[in-house]
């Protein structure tokens, strides 16, 4: 299984950030496997962002929630994440990875820089 990420490197202040992430190799519908978005701030941890499930279930981390939405497409088999009002705290290298709903990532795209800057 392979995983891309592709997407603008550059996002203005109060903007929205989209993402996408190509899989090839296997499903995005298959059973049970939950396809996640996890950042990673400059000097920071990775912060899980939020994912969609098999069936086009999404999860989002609670304070993130209220600005993230993340979507499928099933025909060309990927998953989009949109991030409303970005700030420059919202600039991190941005991975899509996958894993069975126990957080144990065995897939990962290679990662993308996004920066929020005016």
């Known amino acids: 299984v392979q995983l891309r990420e592709s997407g603008p490197g550059l996002v203005k202040p109060s903007q929205t950030l989209s993402l996408t992430c190509a899989v090839s190799?296997?499903?995005?519908?298959?059973?049970?496997?939950?396809w996640s978005w996890i950042r990673q701030p400059p000097g920071k941890g990775l912060e899980w962002i939020g994912a969609?499930?098999?069936?086009?279930?999404?999860y989002y981390h609670p304070s993130l929630e209220s600005r993230t939405s993340i979507s499928r497409d099933t025909s060309n088999n990927q998953f989009t994440l949109q991030l409303s009002s970005v700030t420059p705290e919202d600039t991190a290298v941005y991975y899509c990875?996958?894993?069975?709903?126990?957080?144990?990532?065995?897939?990962w795209g290679q990662g993308t820089q996004v920066t929020v800057s005016s």
């Open positions: 969609i499930d098999y069936s086009g279930y999404t």
């Open positions: 990875a996958r894993d069975q709903g126990n957080a144990d990532y065995v897939y």
């Open positions: 190799g296997g499903s995005i519908t298959t059973y049970y496997y939950y």
